[in-house]
């Protein structure tokens, strides 16, 4: 199998194109590197491997036979989408048209990396692949979230109108290695405080829930879904819900830091609770996670504390 993979050199990317090559795939890895970075991928020494740099909202040319489209270029965190609204809008409409017509091209399977913040500040709970979302579009959110409702759409219409063979997938909170210790998401900025003996920033009062899924699971959900006859998107996501102030007591209690908890006005649209219904992809995947937060957090503090860890 030969997959090109958009974003690869990304946190989730890059844990991809490595899981993809140890099931015997040739793998095209394209970045623009405008949040990914080729420390991600530096490690990766295989005559299967190639790494271009391309920006995908430009017209996408790959030499050879393409089997599968793993499309999961975009900012996907709060700091890189807030800085990079119009980017991160045009990877989400312009870079997934471009990553559908080149499936299409060659007729390849395709699978769009999509988001639980299509069901923005959700009033159902928890969320199922069938709630629609209560999305602010003109908020400073709005440009993540319709990005990626508007790249399902046109995915779900590539599929309806060519009959193009397309998955969706919902990621739900995803931590490990290689994450950016400033990227501004909850697991990465705890253990970069929690690290320095610096104090723990809880947002509100703490008590919005999340659930974090560790980045191998996700990858084994990945591959589970591209092999799947499943064109609806599927939630994948860890079940477990904490709030983020049990999140910030975690990782404190894991470091061994003597960090106190500091509290900072909520920011705007920011969800206050967030768990998947992983009913669909236990059905229809056998898949569920089997990394539990402490173990994963262990195995994330480890690779932060290696020289040169933290990217």
């Known amino acids: 199998m030969r997959v090109l993979v958009t974003g690869g050199a990304g946190f989730i990317g890059s844990h991809l194109c490595d899981f993809l090559l140890g099931q015997g795939c040739e793998v095209v890895c394209m970045d623009s590197l405008l949040t990914g970075s080729v420390a991600n991928i530096a490690h990766i020494q295989n005559e299967r491997f190639l790494f271009v740099k391309h920006d995908v909202t430009n017209y996408i040319v790959v030499d050879g036979p393409l089997d599968y489209v793993l499309h999961f270029a975009s900012p996907a965190s709060p700091i890189d989408y807030l800085e990079l609204p119009i ?30 913040e299509v069901y923005g500040d959700p009033l159902t709970h928890p969320q199922r692949e069938d709630y629609w979302g209560n999305v602010n579009p003109v908020g400073p959110r709005g440009v993540y979230d319709e990005a990626k409702r508007f790249a399902e759409a046109m995915t779900m ?45 809880v947002y509100g009062d703490g008590s919005q829930t999340r659930s974090f899924t560790y980045v191998s699971d996700l990858v084994n959900g990945l591959w589970k879904l591209m092999q799947a006859p499943v064109n609806d998107p599927v939630n994948l996501g860890n079940p477990r819900e904490m709030t983020l ?12 830091s003597r960090s106190e908890i500091v509290y900072r006005p909520l920011p705007t649209d920011d969800p206050k609770v967030r768990q998947p219904d992983i009913g669909k992809a236990r059905r229809l995947l056998g898949w569920e996670p089997t990394v539990d937060v402490e173990h994963g957090l262990a195995r994330t503090l480890e690779w932060y504390r290696r020289p040169g860890g933290g990217g």
């Not at 991160?88 to 639980?116: I, P």
């Not at 102030?245 to 061994?256: C, F, I, N, P, T």
């Open 157 to 201: 219409a590539y599929h309806r109108v060519h009959g193009l063979d397309s998955r969706i997938v919902r990621i739900f909170n995803t931590y490990g290695p290689r994450m950016r210790l400033t990227d501004g998401r909850a697991i990465p900025t705890f253990i970069r405080q929690a690290l320095r003996n610096e104090p723990l920033t």
């Open 87 to 116: 980017q991160t809008l045009k990877v989400g409409a312009l870079g997934t048209h471009k990553a559908l017509g080149l499936a299409l091209a060659r007729r390849a399977k395709f699978l769009l990396a999509s988001t639980s």
């Open 245 to 256: 102030l049990e999140l910030a007591q975690l990782v404190r209690d894991a470091s061994g």
